[in-house]
């Protein structure tokens, strides 16, 4: 064997170490360190997915139809508007003719704990034999037509397919009512009352109607217009007298504010012509606009309704994914 065989075999016999049991080289600290913050920096990176929002013009009609059921509760509980068809209440109430009638926003809900009083001023349904001599209610045969009407009547844009009118009450049940004394001025138990809201038509002798002593029975009142020479009121319907008498079932309701045209936007006011003393005249109610109208109301309500339901609908949906 030759020197460079002998060679050959030591280099083959010496024990080589064997890679797999070489120790696993530690991780270097810094690249530990590093590799979260590569992974937030990568997600950081990549934009926040936009949250869905329903299309304005898909929720319209929901916002619409949220308005109406609002307007819809509010007029048949709460309050109603009703269009002063005569001039019967001038000039309290404007409903002349070739004038643009007031719209009344009427409380409904007030004579559900207290009972109608003198001097207010009320809407109610004309008792059977009235006669609608001062406007009459046209009833269609179409069946259409006559929904569309109530339907525009329940949500306050149109006026009410009944026979309804507005005066002002003068006695109520177990109060004698008569006119006139000598300076022509009405008499509730024998004592004159004070009416300053009183208004004189054009052209007509500024004389009241005189009529003999009436005792409203227990339940029902007197009314009478403000426009004293031109109102269909107590002293004619039914002939007058005891048959001129409203029940008070028949009240709709309180006449609180006007609310239409903008010019008119006042208080309607409540003035106890049994108790003001005749040293006052009628008190002048504040004209700050009053917008509160049902429409409105339910309008402005639809939209705080929609995002509580769409508030509701995504923690369902959350749920429902767990």
Same mark, same amino acid.
């Given at each position: 064997m030759t020197a460079s065989e002998d060679e050959r075999a030591d280099v083959r016999?010496?024990?080589?170490?064997?890679?797999?049991d070489q120790p696993a080289p530690e991780p270097d600290p810094a690249e530990v360190t590093d590799?979260?913050?590569?992974?937030?920096?990568?997600?950081?990176?990549?934009?926040?997915?936009?949250k869905k929002k329903g299309s304005f013009w898909k929720e319209l009609p929901i916002l619409i139809g949220i308005?109406?059921?609002?307007?819809?509760?509010?007029?048949?509980?709460?309050?109603?508007?009703?269009?002063?068809?005569?001039?019967?209440?001038?000039?309290?109430?404007?409903?002349?003719?070739g004038c643009t009638g007031d719209r009344i926003l009427v409380d409904r809900i007030t004579y559900d704990f207290t009972d109608p009083s003198p001097g207010d001023v009320i809407v109610f349904k004309g008792p059977?034999?009235?006669?609608?001599?001062?406007?009459?209610?046209?009833?269609?045969?179409n069946v259409v037509i006559r929904w569309l009407r109530e339907f525009g009547s329940s949500i306050g844009i149109g006026s009410p397919p009944e026979y309804d009118l507005v005066k002002r009450i003068v006695a109520v049940g177990g109060q004698t009512v008569s006119c006139c004394d000598s300076h022509d001025r009405v008499l509730v138990n024998g004592k004159p009352i004070n009416e300053p809201y009183i208004y004189w038509e054009p052209g007509m002798p500024p004389v009241q109607h005189s009529f003999p002593p009436v005792t409203i029975p227990q339940g029902d009142l007197w009314v009478m217009?403000?426009?004293?020479?031109?109102?269909?009121?107590?002293?004619?319907?039914?002939? @007058?007298?005891?048959?001129?008498?409203?029940?008070?079932?028949?009240?709709?309701?309180? =006449?609180?504010?006007?609310?239409?045209? %903008?010019?008119?936007?006042? @208080?309607?006011?409540?003035?106890?012509?049994?108790?003001?003393?005749?040293?006052?005249? =009628?008190?002048?109610?504040?004209?700050? %606009?009053?917008?509160v109208l049902p429409l409105g109301i339910g309008t402005l309500g639809a939209f705080p309704t929609l995002w509580l339901g769409r508030r509701f609908r995504a923690r369902l949906r959350t749920r429902a994914r767990r």
């Open positions: 016999g010496v024990d080589a170490p064997d890679p797999l590799a979260p913050e590569a992974a937030t920096d990568e997600t950081a990176a990549k934009p926040a997915k936009p308005a109406l059921v609002l307007t819809f509760l509010i007029q048949t509980f709460a309050a109603r508007v009703y269009v002063i068809p005569s001039g019967s209440m001038e000039q309290t109430l404007n409903g002349c003719t059977p034999g009235w006669d609608q001599s001062e406007y009459n209610v046209d009833e269609s045969n217009g403000d426009n004293r020479n031109d109102s269909y009121d107590s002293r004619y319907q039914n002939g @007058g007298g005891i048959h001129g008498v409203v029940p008070v079932g028949n009240v709709i309701g309180i =006449a609180r504010v006007i609310i239409w045209p %903008p010019s008119r936007w006042r @208080g309607v006011g409540e003035i106890d012509s049994q108790t003001l003393p005749f040293s006052l005249g =009628a008190p002048t109610w504040p004209g700050a %606009p009053v917008g």
